[in-house]
């Protein structure tokens, strides 16, 4: 069934964006007039240059969370940050690692190469490279991210209304990435660890002229590690490089690039089954997989951008972006499955499903926009304009020759069904989907204490072919148009606190079919917020208590399997969650760290009862770290996670469950480290996903770094 386009508010998004677009060209006109020397002046060039790249380089601000040039106490929503020292105390190398210290985000990783994040109840279906990116695949991340490529990990819960017109109410998953800096040098890390785990990183930072206006910057890191599941293997190479310089007194020109190729060895495609037929739970060995020895799952991913921005006046730039993304993948992989959902007592009852494929997909996105800071009403305030279009293709291939055999009582070996002898290629799917966004915010100083942030983006989404999510939906045009507001507001308390409230219209399109093989319609709702925020210890300690709200109307939400096409049926549900977060991160000395958050939350379907019971209600992240003040060299740190029980009907559950890691690091010079990682650190068992059916959680793992700055 295709869904019919829904008109867009154009008089509310006109209002609005003329309103600012009134206020901007007053702000524009009052600089011009108010700073005539600024502007008409023309200063040296090395003035100007250095101060247009040198202090853009040393003062460089991502703008990820809201397009606007703010601090995450401004921001009117909760936003957690993983820096790049985080990561590598914790030796959060992937992103998966990485993002399970998030405060308040699930990472369910309930297959080998396939992993959903959710925030707030809902998958995040938003992930960006320096604030550009489309959505997942059915909030699917296929592979993982080498976090080392990364300066830092934005986290955005809410509805991320300033950034794209298109989502949902979870939040946005912001890689930021590492740039040119003023500085020669760089350094290497060397890892050794459990499972055969070697690993091999470099980063390097050279300024290219000997005035400075030019630096590049390379970041290599290479991964080789087997795993505690059988057979699991997985070779990972990402390489990125950036040079950045300027090319006349007012622009900067930067050029990157990004590769990445992910070998995986013996994955698994699917989860085990626990249940017997009575509703208990079979145990088994964490290194349990229903895997081959055959299958393999591939990935190679490159991805290139331009970005030039250019100083109109001290107050105003123009930036350019655009950005493309190529993808590979080719798969051969073993299902295993029970028709019943059980496995019979002596623990038969699964049958296989081999299967091979290709696929290929491709992203681009343009992007320009106009910042810029102005005088009006006697205040300043900050407004940005901005135009985008991207493009997003995907291809999948399949093999014939795929039987379905009865496999032997599990855990079996790797061995027990050979590779099919596969057959002719055909097209599975083959879909593609554009998205253009105008976009408008503002931050407007209302007064002394007051501040608005107002902003909306007006939408026109259009789908062709096989459904971009691969459901085999097809797809004729489908087009939908939207306009979307937020609001926000932030009050100051006194100077080192401040009250703030936002509110985000939602939307998302979906391509999940129900029982009779028609397309849902998008889902639809609204996300509020309200909360405090405050800084201590001289601003080294920031403080969030969020209160959160978001309703989702007609969310698509799995009803049954269907066993003829192989695939779960929908049913449009609509679901609310409230719940709270609180969350500290920052110093509390001059050699500790603290990053502690908590997050609670209700989920109710359309009759006011529990829904999704496989995500957990309470999540409880603390990282702490300190110098040992007998011991100076050496600095100490443990990561703590622990989350409230999850289950799924008629699947397996879990109990609540704590995980503890652990590091030391010692100064061996001023520019050696060695560093010792514990994950896991009391051996716990624990079932990690029971979404699509259960995967152990690694046991206890060690790893050993040598670092070297040069």
């Keep these: 069934m295709k869904t019919q ?8 998004f006109t209002r609005s964006a003329c309103a600012l677009a009134t206020l901007a060209v007053m702000g524009l006109a009052q600089a011009q007039t108010a700073e005539p020397s600024a502007v008409s002046a023309s200063p040296s060039p090395t003035a100007l240059d250095r101060v247009v790249v040198k202090a853009k380089r040393e003062q460089r601000v991502s703008k990820g969370a809201t397009n606007l040039r703010m601090e995450i106490k401004e921001t009117p929503q909760s936003i957690s940050t993983l820096d790049a020292q985080t990561l590598r105390d914790f030796a959060a190398t992937d992103s998966n690692e990485a993002l399970q210290y998030g405060t308040g985000l699930t990472v369910d990783e309930w297959e080998t190469n396939r992993t959903s994040y ?22 699917i991340a296929e592979g993982q991210l080498d976090t080392y490529l990364f300066e830092k990990i934005e986290l955005i819960r809410g509805a991320n209304g300033l950034l794209t017109g298109v989502g949902n109410a979870s939040g946005t998953i912001n890689y930021v990435r590492k740039r040119p800096t003023n500085q020669n040098g760089g350094e290497a890390v060397l890892t050794v660890g459990s499972y055969g785990h070697k690993r091999m990183a470099l980063d390097y930072n050279q300024v290219l002229s000997e005035d400075g206006l030019w630096a590049g910057r390379v970041v290599v890191a290479l991964d080789d590690k087997d795993s505690h599941l059988r057979a699991l293997g997985n070779k990972r190479t990402a390489i990125s490089g950036i040079v950045e310089g300027q090319v006349s007194q007012e622009g900067i020109l930067t050029l990157g690039f990004t590769y990445q190729d992910a070998k995986q060895r013996s994955p698994m495609w699917g989860s085990l089954t626990l249940p017997y037929a009575d509703g208990s739970l079979a145990e088994f ?30 107050n105003w730039e123009a930036k350019l972006t655009y950005n493309r993304t190529v993808g590979e993948g080719a798969t051969k992989l073993f299902y295993a499955y029970s028709p019943s959902g059980t496995l019979n007592d002596d623990n038969t009852g699964l049958y296989g499903w081999p299967y091979r494929s290709d696929s290929t997909s491709s992203s681009d996105i343009l992007d320009v926009n106009l910042t810029g800071r102005f005088q009006a009403f006697g205040r300043e305030h900050d407004v940005v304009f901005g135009l985008s279009h991207s493009k997003q293709k995907a291809k999948t291939e399949t093999y014939a020759g795929a039987t379905f055999p009865v496999l032997p009582a599990f855990p079996y070996a790797g061995d027990v069904f ?31 204490r007051l501040k608005g942030i107002v902003g909306a983006n007006a939408i026109r989404l259009v789908r062709d072919g096989t459904a971009i999510y691969g459901s085999g939906v097809q797809l004729n045009s489908e087009t939908t148009q939207k306009v979307s507001p937020y609001v926000g507001l932030t009050y100051d308390l006194a100077p080192n606190a401040l009250a703030y409230a936002s509110y985000s219209d939602i939307f998302q399109a979906q391509d999940q079919v129900d029982i009779h ?19 201590w210890l001289d601003r080294k300690l920031l403080t969030t208590l969020a209160l959160f709200s978001a309703e989702q109307r007609g969310l698509a939400t799995v009803a049954g399997f269907d066993t ?81 029980d999850v289950s799924k009907v008629a699947g397996a559950h879990q109990e609540a469950y704590m995980l503890v890691d652990a590091f030391g690091a010692y100064a061996l010079t001023d520019k050696a480290v060695l560093r010792l990682n514990v994950k896991n650190l ?16 690694a046991p206890r793992t060690a790893a050993l770094s040598l670092e070297y700055k040069f």
């Design 5 to 12: 386009p829904s008109r867009p508010r154009v008089p509310r």
């Design 118 to 139: 959710s925030a707030r109840g809902f998958d995040v279906m938003l992930t960006q490279i320096d604030g550009l990116g489309m959505t997942n695949d059915w909030g």
């Design 285 to 314: 060995d964490v290194s349990a997989s229903t895997s081959q020895d055959w299958t393999r799952w591939n990935n190679r991913m490159f991805s290139g951008f331009v970005e030039y921005v250019h100083a109109l006046t001290p």
């Design 418 to 448: 050979p590779e099919p002898v596969w057959g002719a290629k055909t097209v599975a799917s083959d879909g593609e989907q554009g998205l253009t966004r105008l976009y408008v915010a503002g931050r407007l100083q209302l007064s002394d």
């Design 517 to 535: 093989g028609a397309t849902l319609q998008p889902m639809q709702g609204v996300n509020a917020e309200v909360g405090v925020k405050a800084e």
């Design 564 to 644: 003829v096409a192989q695939q779960n049926y929908y049913a449009p549900k609509d679901v609310k969650t409230r719940g709270f977060e609180i969350e500290a991160s920052g110093r509390v000395g001059a050699d500790t760290h603290l990053s502690v958050g908590f997050t609670a939350m209700k989920l109710t379907g359309p009759d006011g009862s529990g829904i999704y019971e496989w995500i957990p209600r309470r999540t409880l992240k603390l990282l702490a770290d300190t110098r040992v003040a007998t011991l100076p060299a050496l600095r100490v740190g443990a990561g703590v996670r622990w989350q409230s």
């Design 682 to 697: 009391f051996d716990k068992k624990y079932i990690r996903s029971v979404t699509y059916g259960a995967i152990y959680g």
